[in-house]
């Protein structure tokens, strides 16, 4: 099956510096993607997604960008706060007959905020 | 409103023993997802289900069966425990499945250890 990857494992940003985080994905019919965030010992939590209609969307401090031209996904996290501090995972999901909802995940960016 | 609620939270099993994972959903979501979260990877699909009596395989299901007798309940089932099955399992549930919005509800985990 097809995958979704990160370009970065680990990043690690000041408090209230802006944080970014990369996705790429390679199945071109995937049509809905989704971050998670993941602190230590919970499972993951949703903070938002987007559809393949759309190349930007904003939540409260977060914004996800989709590059269907290079298949790229991005997290923008607004001055990151020491809480912020956790696993990423980007996910994708194909709409079509057969995948039941099923997201293939990314292998997560750790992302360590410093005082 | 409880979610997802998995048990148990943490077990240590032996090489050949077999085990039960069990989780409840009181969300009236027709799909469940097994997975499993192994270091530095993002989530694999074990099994899943799309409604009550129903069971399909997802990336790695071998040496696992799964059982959804009643729609909250989603069991994972270990026969004969190996070390390679040393791993967090996550269950998820998801209201709509095919159009997945706003992703799924995760339950906490369940660390599980093959000696």
């Known amino acids: 099956g097809e995958s979704v990857g990160l370009h970065l494992p680990t990043l690690s940003v000041q408090e209230g510096d802006n944080s970014i985080i990369n996705c790429a994905y390679s199945?071109?019919?995937?049509?809905?993607f989704i971050w998670y965030k993941q602190e230590s010992g919970k499972g993951p939590q949703f903070i938002i997604d987007i559809r393949s209609n759309m190349d930007k969307r904003q939540g409260q401090r977060v914004t996800v960008l989709l590059n269907k031209t290079v298949k790229h996904l991005s997290l923008q996290i607004a001055a990151t706060q020491p809480g912020d501090s956790a696993v990423y995972f980007c996910?994708?999901?194909?709409?079509?007959?057969?995948?039941?909802?099923?997201?293939?995940f990314g292998q997560g960016t750790i992302l360590t905020v410093h005082p | 409103n409880a979610g997802v609620t998995q048990t148990p939270k943490f077990r240590v099993l032996k090489t050949g023993q077999s085990m039960t994972l069990l989780c409840a959903q009181d969300m009236n979501h027709e799909y469940m997802y097994w997975y499993r979260q192994d270091p530095g990877m993002g989530l694999r699909l074990i099994h899943y289900s799309v409604g009550e009596g129903t069971t399909a395989k997802g990336e790695v299901p071998d040496g696992y069966n799964v059982s959804r007798l009643k729609k909250q309940n989603f069991l994972l089932g270990l026969e004969s425990a190996a070390p390679s099955q040393t791993s967090v399992y996550f269950c998820?549930?998801?209201?709509?499945?095919?159009?997945?919005?706003?992703?799924?509800?995760f339950g906490s985990g369940t660390r599980l250890t093959v000696v």
């Open positions: 199945n071109s019919a995937s049509d809905y």
């Open positions: 998820a549930s998801s209201l709509t499945g095919g159009r997945v919005d706003y992703g799924y509800t």
């Open positions: 996910a994708e999901n194909f709409a079509g007959g057969t995948s039941y909802g099923k997201l293939t």
